[in-house]
């Protein structure tokens, strides 16, 4: 099977626990890069914590980053699970190379 092809998120039940954990991280990590950013912007209305500010912006922003990384990561991972025949569409067999 290819990348980002929505019925992989539900092709199994380990298909759908994979989502669900991967979902997990990444809203955690949505979650931290909006708490830096908060943070940060309310250092930057002193000035002793404008560096410590500028520190949680960077952060933040590197946690944005990491957003659509672990994205491709679940889509990566999904595409290398096997996927069982009830799922593959109609015609098609593990043996036939669909998975490629």
């Given at each position: 099977?290819?990348?980002?092809?929505?019925?992989?998120?539900?092709?199994?039940?380990?298909?759908?626990e994979?989502?669900r954990?991967?979902?997990?991280?990444?809203?955690?990590?949505?979650?931290?890069?909006a708490?830096?950013f908060?943070?940060?912007?309310?250092?930057?209305?002193?000035?002793?914590?404008?560096?410590?500010?500028?520190?949680?912006?960077?952060?933040g922003?590197?946690?944005?980053?990491?957003?659509?990384?672990?994205?491709?990561?679940?889509?990566?991972?999904?595409?290398?699970?096997?996927?069982?025949?009830?799922?593959?569409?109609?015609?098609?067999?593990?043996?036939?190379?669909?998975?490629?």
């Amino acid at each position: 099977m290819k990348p980002f092809n929505q019925g992989l998120r539900s092709a199994s039940s380990s298909h759908a626990e994979i989502v669900r954990r991967y979902e997990l991280a990444r809203t955690l990590v949505e979650f931290l890069a909006a708490v830096t950013f908060v943070i940060g912007s309310i250092f930057f209305f002193y000035d002793s914590l404008l560096f410590a500010g500028t520190w949680l912006f960077l952060i933040g922003s590197i946690l944005f980053a990491v957003r659509p990384t672990i994205r491709l990561l679940l889509e990566l991972h999904l595409a290398r699970l096997p996927v069982p025949e009830e799922f593959r569409p109609y015609g098609t067999r593990a043996s036939d190379g669909a998975d490629t």
